[in-house]
């Protein structure tokens, strides 16, 4: 059974994670979490302990960056978890190195078996340690075909596709105006 915790930031992820909270109701997840690869099997473990089911694994495509530790792909994993006694969400998201593979988490998550093979055929992510591999919605002759990689010349930056951290102030603003002009009408 999962141990009951009321606040996931603080008492789950918050010390081992990168993790930031969102708005709900602009993004679609409570708790963002940033990851490094050698990380992925330990976050989804955790989600895992805590009673978080999986809701998807997919990938998206965006220019290579340079970073410290080298070039990326342009490929980034995403995990999404959530719960069924409560509204809470958490989206978790990797970089996916020049070697185009992540760890598996289908032994921790069954149903993450047919994401992976999924994100695999559309992206060309290859999850280390999954014990079957195959296409799953293209033939086996298009092994290296994968439709959902874009032109290189219409790749946008990942700080494009992202939400601008000034975004979640102006919903907050928002937020506090509509509360104060209700708050004037209600006087």
């Known amino acids: ?11 789950i992820l918050f010390h081992e994670f990168n993790a930031t ?10 708790l963002e979490v940033a990851l490094e690869v050698n990380q992925v099997r330990k976050f989804a473990q955790k989600a895992y302990d805590q009673g ?3 809701v ?12 410290e530790e080298g070039t990326t792909s342009g490929l980034n994993g995403v995990y999404q978890f959530a719960r ?7 989206k978790g998201q990797v970089s996916v190195p020049e070697d185009m593979s992540l ?7 069954q149903g993450a078996d047919w994401h992976e093979r999924e994100t695999r055929d559309l992206y ?3 999850f280390e340690g999954h014990p079957n591999l195959k296409p799953l919605l293209l033939s086996d002759e298009d092994t290296d075909f994968h439709p959902l990689l874009k032109e290189e010349k219409k790749l946008k930056s990942l700080e494009k596709v992202s ?8 919903v907050d603003a928002d937020t506090d105006a509509k509360a104060s002009s209700t708050d004037s009408i209600d006087s």
């Open 56 to 67: 998807f694994v997919t990938g998206f495509h965006v220019l290579p960056e340079e970073t």
């Open 84 to 90: 069924f006694d409560r509204l809470y969400r958490i």
């Open 1 to 11: 059974m999962a141990q009951e915790t009321t606040n996931f930031k603080q008492d």
């Open 163 to 170: 939400w601008p951290p000034e975004a979640l102030e102006s």
């Open 124 to 126: 060309g992510i290859n």
């Open 52 to 54: 978080f089911f999986l």
């Open 103 to 109: 760890p598996s988490i289908c032994d921790i998550y």
């Open 21 to 30: 909270e969102t708005d709900y109701n602009q993004r679609g997840y409570h």
